[in-house]
């Protein structure tokens, strides 16, 4: 078997590095989630068609192989490129839409999808509605060419930025089964009776409650068919894995700066690379994350190959969840009391990044789906075992 890349792929590669050392510079750290915000980077991509490296050339992408996809994702993540802006709607809403969409939603929305001119929101979760999506209970009452939306969504990232949402709601509240009754609105956030209220974290990123009293929106805000939502969140999931597939690049960003930080630092007049405990917990850490990538891998090419990689990529997101949590342990562990400052103070090594990732790093394993359900996926999807 070979691992190895094409040689027109590890140009492609290059092409995005320089690209990003013109765009950024050479000193660029980045990862703190508002510096990862940028409408102008998100519409640098655009011009260049790389927004739409996966799409199909009919509704204006490069149609590149799911396999390019994972090379531009490993190197913008692997750069901190501030590509949060266009993210949600580059892998999940355009996707969607192609698929399912209308005419004039597929109109009006994947050119600015494209040309990175559109922010979108994903407001799924609600106060008790989370893992258990199908128990949403924010409500659109239809009135004659409108529906009247009710309710609230929480822990919803980038909200009070957003341009559009894209919301689940419930529209059927007698479907014999909870997730029958679901559908996917697209709503402009500045619709009278949508209000948004900040939720701070603890790794300073400012989440967003979403609050939506009696807000009228036209019947053609609806995606697809109604009460066909659910079917829709399942195909926007399935469409994230190649994305996901990458993350593991961004880990070895760190890593590698941790491994720089052990041959450049002597503690006690002795290199901390010569310490036999720091060299075997790194080399352990260099096995993991090289066991995380070819899971990645393997998702990208589950993709190429037609086939949807449903527990894989339960799999690999806790694998590659835990492991980070891992990594801000052991970076902390080798950079010492150093690890502890934060972003700004002189004296902090990468400018105090791995802080903000230790901080950060639990969040991965709720995000996206708790590793506790992806368990229970891995278990029923993937070892055949009874609900």
């Known amino acids: 078997m070979d691992f190895r890349f094409t040689a027109q792929q590890e140009a492609f590669r290059q092409e995005v590095r320089d690209f990003l050392r013109s765009e950024l510079g050479p000193d660029w750290r980045g990862g703190k ?171 300073d990123h400012t989440l967003y409650e979403v609050f939506f009293d009696d807000a009228k929106v036209h019947k053609s805000c609806v995606v697809g068919q109604l009460n066909q939502g659910w079917y829709y969140i399942t195909q926007a999931l399935d469409h994230e894995r190649v994305f996901m597939a990458a993350t593991i690049a961004g880990y070895q960003r760190i890593f590698d700066e941790i491994v720089e930080y052990a041959k450049s630092t002597k503690r006690n007049g002795i290199p901390l690379s010569k310490d036999p405990i720091i060299r075997q917990k790194l080399s352990e850490m260099a096995i993991d994350l090289h066991a995380g990538r070819l899971l990645g891998y393997r998702l990208a090419w589950l993709l190429e190959q037609g086939i949807v990689p449903f527990s894989e990529a339960s799999i690999s997101k806790v694998f590659t969840s835990e492991l980070e949590k891992r990594l801000g342990n052991l970076g902390m562990q080798v950079l010492g009391l150093y690890g502890q400052l934060q972003r700004g103070t002189p004296q902090a090594p990468y400018d105090g990044y791995l802080e903000w990732e230790y901080r950060f790093s639990p969040m991965q394993a709720v995000g996206g789906g708790a590793n506790e359900i992806q368990r229970i996926i891995i278990a029923i999807a993937g070892l055949g075992l009874p609900r």
């Open 33 to 203: 989630t508002h510096e990862m915000f940028s409408r102008e980077f998100s519409r640098k991509l655009g011009k260049k068609g790389w927004i739409g490296i996966g799409w199909p050339k009919e509704y204006g992408g490069l149609g590149r192989p799911h396999m390019d996809q994972l090379v531009f994702g490993e190197e913008m993540l692997y750069g901190r490129a501030p590509s949060a802006a266009h993210i949600l709607a580059q892998n999940m809403v355009g996707p969607t839409l192609m698929n399912v969409g209308s005419e004039e939603h597929k109109k009006k929305f994947l050119p600015m999808i494209l040309s990175g001119e559109v922010v979108f929101c994903l407001a799924y979760t609600e106060p008790q509605a989370g893992s258990d999506l199908a128990s949403l209970q924010t409500n659109a009452r239809a009135e004659g060419d409108y529906f009247i939306i009710n309710g609230q969504k929480t822990f919803i990232s980038f909200a009070g930025d957003a341009d559009y949402g894209w919301i689940g709601v419930r529209t059927d509240p007698n479907a014999p089964k909870k997730h029958r009754g679901i559908s996917i609105f697209i709503v402009d956030m500045k619709t009278p009776g949508i209000t948004t209220r900040k939720l701070d974290t603890m790794f």
